[in-house]
């Protein structure tokens, strides 16, 4: 079983409509990342969240602890959003030792048509 | 700004070959990551680097590989004997201040291993 689950795998989108991509885990986390990966095959850092709710420019990012779920919303998407979103989680440990190694989901590809 | 940087963007091998994959890591982070993304698939934990030793490797990161600090500023990757299903994306990634910390992707090497 995988312990990051990323819905849906595939999303298309006309520009301006609001994208939401949800992500599930089955793992105690101290961080939650939400990441960009274009073509070119280089990551971006989006968000990390550890509670609550983040927003930059049109994205925003939630998680819910106690559901172990996380969604990331693209308000006007837009032709330039189109790329692979990752959300990658830093498991914890017991004991609270923890050297930051992510383990990451499988993407999600949006494709936002003009 | 400050960024992760990595070379070569592009590394073609034959098998049996050994090959080091350079990263340069933002000047002031202190923990160290190697990941690799196999064509099509997710984004897979290497190993994780602290205090000048390993602090967390994956199954994956058996004896064939090998991880440096050799100055301040370099930190590389050296697969001994490489395999054909060594070729991937490799990607370096940084944090500063704590573990805990966001981390920063550098644009990934990609190796092929013919």
């Known amino acids: 079983k995988n312990e990051v689950e990323q819905s849906p795998q595939n999303l298309t989108a006309q520009e301006g409509e609001f994208i939401t991509i949800n992500c599930s885990y089955s793992v105690g986390i101290s961080a939650l990342h939400w990441l960009q990966q274009h073509p070119g095959g280089g990551i971006v850092s989006l968000f990390m969240?550890?509670?609550g709710k983040k927003k930059h420019g049109r994205l925003i990012a939630t998680i819910n602890i106690q559901e172990k779920h996380s969604s990331l919303h693209i308000t006007a998407s837009h032709p330039r959003d189109s790329a692979v979103y990752i959300c990658?989680?830093?498991?914890?440990?017991?004991?609270?030792?923890?050297?930051?190694?992510?383990?990451f989901g499988q993407g999600t590809i949006l494709t936002v048509h003009p | 700004e400050p960024e992760v940087t990595q070379t070569p963007s592009h590394q073609v091998t034959q098998m049996g070959q050994e090959v080091i994959l350079r990263c340069v890591p933002i000047s002031n982070h202190l923990y160290f990551y190697w990941y690799r993304q196999i064509l099509g698939q997710k984004v897979e934990f290497l190993v994780s680097f602290y205090n000048n030793e390993i602090s967390e490797k994956s199954e994956i990161f058996d004896d064939q590989f090998s991880v440096e600090r050799p100055d301040g500023s370099n930190f590389t990757l050296k697969i001994r004997s490489t395999k054909l299903e060594d070729s991937a994306m490799y990607f370096c990634?940084?944090?500063?201040?704590?573990?805990?910390?966001?981390?920063?992707f550098g644009p990934g090497t990609r190796l092929t291993v013919l």
């Open positions: 969240l550890s509670s």
């Open positions: 990634a940084s944090s500063g201040g704590g573990s805990l910390n966001e981390q920063f």
């Open positions: 990658a989680v830093r498991p914890f440990y017991a004991g609270g030792t923890s050297y930051g190694k992510l383990t």
